[in-house]
């Protein structure tokens, strides 16, 4: 079933802008991932963070983690064309080979 | 870095036949790969939990003789959609984590359409 609500369903901004994309889950968690998805390909996976931290940055990335709120947020700095996908948070519940439960997505539109 | 193979990546063909899928770890061995099915601008929904040496374990209201998975080696399983009818079009993708508590490496999918 689907856990992970990704908010905006849908974001357009301009080259150069910051882009947020924020996650909701409803159950704990072992982790949380975030991938991404070019038009009719598969995922890529941008960065995992575990249950016990905060923020992770890779890049022009940052994720944050509030395990009270069951949230997660997705910050893309400096946007480029080239980040034009859709962003999906993935939720693993237990540790091992866990199943993903992802959100709905946000399709991002990055214009030149 | 951990690459997984997914094969055919486009796949037409008459209803009532059956389609096989592919998808190969092709660096890194894995003891469990997951198939999941995405409808056009909607997210994953997983299908199953494909097991290296056993039984898959599917989600509930995916059908077990309709979607057969096999997964008869460490680096390679396959998923049969049998059958095929045009309801059953849509993108197909299998992903492997590299790992335990690893993030999961995704095939780049197939497109599945039944006429």
């Known amino acids: 079933s689907q856990q992970g609500e990704e908010d905006p369903q849908a974001l357009s901004i301009q080259e150069g802008e910051n882009a947020t994309m924020n996650c909701s889950y409803k159950t704990s968690i072992n982790n949380l991932q975030w991938y991404r998805q070019n038009s009719g390909r598969g995922l890529v996976h941008l960065i995992l963070?575990?249950?016990?931290?905060r923020e992770k940055h890779s890049g022009r990335l940052r994720v944050t983690l509030d395990t009270s709120k069951k949230s997660s947020s997705l910050l893309i700095t400096a946007s480029r064309a080239a980040d034009t996908a859709s962003y999906f948070c993935?939720?693993?519940?237990?540790?091992?080979?866990?199943?993903?439960?992802f959100g709905k997505g946000t399709m991002l539109l990055v214009s030149p | 870095g951990a690459v997984v193979s997914q094969h055919p990546s486009w796949v037409i063909c008459k209803s009532g036949t059956s389609v096989k899928i592919e998808c190969r770890s092709l660096d890194f061995q894995a003891t469990t790969m997951f198939w999941y099915r995405q409808f056009p601008k909607q997210s994953l929904m997983l299908m199953a939990t494909s097991n290296e040496g056993s039984k898959a374990t599917y989600e509930q209201g995916v059908e077990k003789d309709k979607f057969l998975i096999n997964h008869a080696s460490l680096t390679l399983s396959t998923l049969t959609v049998t059958s095929a009818h045009p309801e059953d079009s849509s993108f197909y993708i299998c992903s492997a984590p590299a790992g335990p508590d690893q993030p999961q490496h995704f095939g780049d999918g197939t497109r599945l359409s039944i006429l």
């Open positions: 993935a939720t693993a519940e237990n540790s091992g080979y866990s199943t993903l439960t």
């Open positions: 963070i575990r249950s016990n931290e």
